[in-house]
């Protein structure tokens, strides 16, 4: 594992993840403050979805020419420069900003961000293989868990105590240090020289790592290091293509994402919106114990991650039986929750929730990291999401309407019908995702 890099990557995330949290949680609450408007407040969730939406359909064209550091760079300093320009006008504007400004920058942030995540788990694989790249993954998961479980408690006490105003100003802070550590990041791939100076990808179409590239084979297979090797010219509608057109001619990656799909529709029972429905219909708890649920959640997160890192040597020879495993006692486990009325079991119910989550969403990670060429991998993330964003709007209108027409109780349980469709699919798919592996070996460490 190329343990420098994938650290510097680990905390721009890290930064960035707590930055966004800060920042959307100020900026909805000083909305909601001077507009007195649910619907202006909500447009900032909405806008960000939707500007990622579009951001993932057309990254393609930015991956096939830039190397991942420098498009992540790129989108860690076009984030701070449009926050640099919202936080100006916020200070400047007083009680009176102009909306429309607000939220255009909101979406351009958004839709620079949509870049980093098909971007930063392209680049996982370059930077971990075998046993590494599981073990990679479980702490990219545990750090994404971790800071969402103290970004949106401190969050909401830091906008209480500083205000809005001075919690935008901390997220500031924090995406700075976030472009610091991007900028230390190296794609082992890639030439020696930084790419702020040399940009353009020296990876081509179909190339996977192996243990034996030597920096001699780098040289015979991409040029000297002043120059990179001319892809293909490409229409960008081709470009547009490559990724929708890989996993259509997978059927691996076809059911990964299909099963990824369904489980993502009933993903969004656990919105804050649902969870707090939950609690008071059900529970007959106050709105505290909203909050009590989403820390047991993410501390089950948390721990699961830290056991699935734990047992990474175990699982990585058994990544399809962990992921449908983990998806079925998931799935269980939420028709428990749905079907149960005791406030304090309804907590451990969620906190046994971590464990089989982090094994279901890490296998699958790593399944997808592993069926796909390192070059190939970028493009196929994007489509994948584009996808996800997709059908995460479908899913929070489609359990809006369950919940509002069947109640909350179905609710959660046509979500637990749904995890366990998706894992009855994976088991009669399971030839196909059984099949070989084009696993990625990252060269030696750094």
């Given at each position: 594992m190329h343990k420098r890099s994938f650290t510097y990557l680990l905390g721009t995330q890290t930064m960035s993840n707590a930055a966004d949290i800060l920042y959307i949680m100020a900026l909805v609450s000083l909305?909601?403050?001077?507009?007195?408007?649910?619907?202006?407040?909500?447009?900032?969730?909405?806008?960000?979805?939707?500007?990622?939406m579009i951001s993932g359909f057309l990254a393609p064209l930015i991956l096939a020419r830039f190397q991942l550091p420098f498009i992540l760079f790129v989108s860690q300093f076009g984030q701070l420069a449009f926050f640099a320009l919202l936080l100006g006008?916020?200070?400047?504007?007083?009680?009176?900003?102009?909306w429309v400004l607000v939220f255009t920058l909101v979406a351009a942030m958004s839709f620079l961000d949509g870049w980093t995540t098909p971007a930063r788990n392209a680049l996982i694989p370059r930077l971990a293989s075998g046993e590494g790249l599981m073990r990679a993954n479980s702490l990219v998961s545990v750090s994404d868990q971790t800071v969402q479980l103290a970004g949106w408690g401190l969050s909401g006490v830091l906008v209480a105590v500083m205000g809005s105003e001075k919690?935008?100003?901390?997220?500031?802070?924090?995406?700075?240090?976030?472009?610091?550590?991007?900028g230390l990041i190296r794609d082992p791939l890639e030439g020696k020289a930084h790419y702020l100076l040399q940009p353009g990808t020296r990876v081509r179409s179909g190339d996977v790592l192996t243990s034996t590239l030597t920096a001699q084979h780098e040289d015979t297979l991409y040029g000297s290091e002043s120059e990179s090797p001319a892809l293909p010219p490409k229409r960008k509608k081709e470009i547009l293509r490559e990724g929708w057109s890989l996993i259509g001619a997978s059927r691996r990656l076809k059911a990964l994402i299909f099963m990824d799909m369904i489980d993502l529709l009933g993903g969004s029972v656990w919105v804050g919106a649902f969870t707090l429905a939950f609690a008071q219909q059900v529970l007959h708890k106050s709105e505290a114990w909203w909050g009590y649920i989403n820390a047991a959640y993410f501390a089950g997160a948390i721990g699961g991650g830290i056991i699935v890192l734990?047992?990474?040597?175990?699982?990585?020879?058994?990544?399809?039986?962990?992921m449908l495993a983990g998806m079925a006692c998931y799935g269980l486990l939420t028709a428990w929750?749905?079907?149960?009325?005791?406030?304090?079991?309804?907590?451990?119910?969620?906190?046994?929730?971590?464990?089989?989550?982090?094994?279901?969403?890490?296998?699958?990670?790593?399944m997808m990291q592993m069926s796909v060429s390192v070059h190939d991998l970028p493009k196929v993330l994007s489509a994948q999401a584009t996808l996800t964003s997709m059908t995460f709007c479908i899913s929070l209108l489609l359990m809006g309407w369950i919940a509002d027409h069947l109640g909350i109780v179905n609710l959660y349980l046509f979500s637990a019908l749904l995890t366990l469709v998706a894992v009855i699919y994976g088991i009669f798919s399971r030839r196909a995702l059984s099949m070989s592996l084009t696993a990625s070996v990252a060269p030696s460490s750094e």
């Amino acid at each position: 594992m190329h343990k420098r890099s994938f650290t510097y990557l680990l905390g721009t995330q890290t930064m960035s993840n707590a930055a966004d949290i800060l920042y959307i949680m100020a900026l909805v609450s000083l909305v909601f403050h001077e507009t007195d408007s649910i619907f202006s407040s909500v447009l900032v969730p909405l806008l960000r979805m939707g500007a990622q939406m579009i951001s993932g359909f057309l990254a393609p064209l930015i991956l096939a020419r830039f190397q991942l550091p420098f498009i992540l760079f790129v989108s860690q300093f076009g984030q701070l420069a449009f926050f640099a320009l919202l936080l100006g006008h916020l200070w400047s504007a007083g009680t009176n900003p102009v909306w429309v400004l607000v939220f255009t920058l909101v979406a351009a942030m958004s839709f620079l961000d949509g870049w980093t995540t098909p971007a930063r788990n392209a680049l996982i694989p370059r930077l971990a293989s075998g046993e590494g790249l599981m073990r990679a993954n479980s702490l990219v998961s545990v750090s994404d868990q971790t800071v969402q479980l103290a970004g949106w408690g401190l969050s909401g006490v830091l906008v209480a105590v500083m205000g809005s105003e001075k919690t935008l100003l901390v997220a500031c802070g924090l995406y700075m240090v976030a472009l610091i550590f991007t900028g230390l990041i190296r794609d082992p791939l890639e030439g020696k020289a930084h790419y702020l100076l040399q940009p353009g990808t020296r990876v081509r179409s179909g190339d996977v790592l192996t243990s034996t590239l030597t920096a001699q084979h780098e040289d015979t297979l991409y040029g000297s290091e002043s120059e990179s090797p001319a892809l293909p010219p490409k229409r960008k509608k081709e470009i547009l293509r490559e990724g929708w057109s890989l996993i259509g001619a997978s059927r691996r990656l076809k059911a990964l994402i299909f099963m990824d799909m369904i489980d993502l529709l009933g993903g969004s029972v656990w919105v804050g919106a649902f969870t707090l429905a939950f609690a008071q219909q059900v529970l007959h708890k106050s709105e505290a114990w909203w909050g009590y649920i989403n820390a047991a959640y993410f501390a089950g997160a948390i721990g699961g991650g830290i056991i699935v890192l734990a047992c990474v040597k175990y699982l990585q020879r058994r990544l399809l039986p962990a992921m449908l495993a983990g998806m079925a006692c998931y799935g269980l486990l939420t028709a428990w929750y749905a079907l149960n009325t005791l406030p304090p079991l309804t907590l451990l119910i969620v906190l046994l929730m971590g464990l089989p989550t982090e094994m279901s969403v890490v296998s699958r990670r790593t399944m997808m990291q592993m069926s796909v060429s390192v070059h190939d991998l970028p493009k196929v993330l994007s489509a994948q999401a584009t996808l996800t964003s997709m059908t995460f709007c479908i899913s929070l209108l489609l359990m809006g309407w369950i919940a509002d027409h069947l109640g909350i109780v179905n609710l959660y349980l046509f979500s637990a019908l749904l995890t366990l469709v998706a894992v009855i699919y994976g088991i009669f798919s399971r030839r196909a995702l059984s099949m070989s592996l084009t696993a990625s070996v990252a060269p030696s460490s750094e």
